[in-house]
């Protein structure tokens, strides 16, 4: 996970639709200083202003696209990805894991392929919970130590 702080000196193109898990997000593209960079999401509607300053964590280095959350420097606020629906597939993997006990008395191999596609969602799920867990705790660390809030 990359932090990086940056002042955003011209937001545009502003939209708002659903990603990550469906959840509403909005995409907006910005330049900062020399670098432009297109087709961002952050979810909700976030406060986006030309001048503002921002603490941004990446999950992976140097690529926008991949923008778990932000701390405006300016106004306080944190940004950052909900686990609600990592939380809700979870839970919704005990019932399909019945499903397909219950389907593998009829067919093994339909209920083997569904237990292995059900356990590789289930690894992605855990991992994007505990991904956006810890860029919320980075976030609200930030936080506390620039507004001295310890």
Request: glycine content about 6%.
């Amino acid at each position: 996970m990359q932090r990086i702080t940056i002042t955003i000196d011209h937001v545009f193109d502003i939209t708002t639709s659903l990603s990550r898990g469906r959840q509403h997000c909005t995409f907006f593209n910005f330049q900062s200083g020399e670098t432009s960079q297109f087709g961002v999401a952050l979810p909700g509607k976030p406060g986006l202003e030309n001048g503002m300053t921002v603490s941004a964590l990446l999950e992976e280095s140097d690529n926008w696209q991949t923008l778990l959350g932000w701390l405006n420097h300016d106004t306080g606020e944190i940004v950052c990805w909900s686990r609600g629906p990592q939380v809700l597939f979870f839970l919704l993997s005990f019932p399909a894991a019945a499903f397909l006990l219950d389907l593998s008395k009829q067919s093994l191999n339909v209920s083997v392929a569904g237990f292995l596609v059900l356990a590789f969602c289930l690894w992605t799920t855990i991992r994007d919970y505990i991904v956006f867990s810890k860029a919320r705790r980075t976030l609200t660390a930030i936080k506390n130590e620039e507004f001295h809030l310890n």
